[in-house]
């Protein structure tokens, strides 16, 4: 993925502002971390998280974490799954979890 890349849907324009790997830094541990996961931060706020979950090699889970700033008071409480559908799609599209993983939908969303 380059630095400053851009994605639309057909109603929304997202450009890219970061994407790094993501660090949780512990008080209680002294080891070097490892990274955590991966995110992408768009110019408007919005964000992608990706990071894996489990402690074993096998039966691990894939978390996936959506969220936008919306400042339109009309807008905020309309269905969380639609108001975030655009950044599901290009999370979706940019880590090709379908093809992937072989799943069609997410086991549980919160």
Known sequence: MHPKSSFSTPAH????????????????????????????IFS????????????????ATIRLYIDSYENDAQKI????????APLVDIALKV???HERTGRTGPTVIT
């Open 13 to 40: 324009g997202f450009y890219q502002q970061l994407f790094s790997f993501l660090f949780f830094s512990l008080t209680l541990i002294t080891s070097p971390l490892f990274s955590q996961g991966l995110r992408i």
């Open 95 to 97: 880590s090709q979890l």
């Open 44 to 59: 408007d706020g919005s964000r992608i998280i990706f990071r894996l979950s489990g402690t074993g090699s096998a039966g």
């Open 77 to 84: 409480f309309q269905d969380p799954q639609v108001m975030l």
